[in-house]
């Protein structure tokens, strides 16, 4: 099992910024993507940012410019840095991580989900 950590949530106001964090943790033998998706209130999630082994990222349009992500992968610990926020970000954001361990194939993971507000 695959077991994910987030920190960095929080109530900022618009034009402001906060990092996201997320560690992941187990017998994992690799780590295929890493990404972050958020959830407003009745809609599924969507894919906000994400990451690949190979370095390769993939940002929602409405986040290009404004968040970047980024990996630590001796640390199995993704980021995610949002700057120049708007009220729209508000949400709840998830650590998705895809992974193999060393009992089962590669599968999705997810964070606990961390709220993010950003007031006007």
């Known amino acids: 099992q695959v077991q994910l950590v987030e920190s960095g949530g929080g109530l900022v106001q618009a034009g402001g910024s906060l990092r996201l964090s997320c560690a992941a943790s187990g017998i994992i033998l690799s780590i295929n993507s890493m990404g972050w998706y958020r959830q407003y209130p009745g809609k599924q999630r969507e894919l906000v940012a994400s990451t690949t082994g190979g370095g390769s990222t993939n940002y929602a349009d409405s986040v290009k410019g404004r968040f970047t992500i980024s990996r630590d992968n001796a640390k199995n610990t993704v980021f995610l840095q949002m700057n120049s926020l708007k009220p729209e970000d508000t949400g709840v954001y998830y650590c998705?991580?895809?992974?193999?361990?060393?009992?089962?194939?590669?599968?999705?993971?997810w964070g606990q989900g961390t709220q993010v507000t950003v007031s006007s």
């Open positions: 998705n991580v895809r992974a193999r361990t060393y009992d089962t194939p590669a599968d999705d993971y």
